[in-house]
């Protein structure tokens, strides 16, 4: 017989969700994936949306110029998402920058002090190679606001 945590490590309902998405579907994996899909609980993904609208949005008492523009940016892209089919995911990644961003602030621009008002970088892009990531918080997301907001002060 096997022993019981191997048995519950090969029950499919304990994989996470993210597991059962599979690269490339084949009819093989389609009802693997199919059971994933049902094994979510409406509960946790109204937990998860009711988690997001609270945390995840604009501090109104922060007054910081570069918080401001920088929350203000990610509240606009997700409004306009908001509108459109298939970008979950993108709203999710913007929504939990905003939470990064109410957690750490400025801190979370590369070489930026604090007080400080988003500056063009000698040569086009910023660098994001030689910085400490912060979870949570994809290259692209901090490009697309270290982008959207300098061009704001120009």
Request: proline share 6%.
């Amino acid at each position: 017989s096997m022993p019981l945590h191997l048995h519950a490590a090969l029950n499919l309902s304990w994989l996470p969700l993210w597991l059962c998405e599979p690269s490339e579907p084949n009819d093989a994996l389609l009802s693997w994936t199919n059971e994933c899909d049902s094994a979510e609980d409406p509960s946790v993904r109204d937990s998860l949306d009711g988690f997001y609208k609270m945390y995840c949005r604009k501090q109104p008492e922060r007054k910081d110029a570069t918080y401001e523009a920088a929350s203000q940016c990610l509240s606009q892209k997700i409004s306009e998402l908001e509108q459109k089919d298939g970008t979950k995911y993108v709203s999710r990644c913007l929504q939990m920058a905003q939470l990064v961003l109410n957690r750490d602030g400025c801190k979370i621009f590369p070489n930026h002090p604090a007080s400080a008002c988003f500056s063009k970088p000698a040569e086009g892009e910023v660098l994001l190679e030689n910085r400490t990531r912060t979870p949570g918080l994809s290259d692209d997301i901090l490009q697309f606001l270290l982008k959207q907001t300098r061009a704001e002060h120009n």
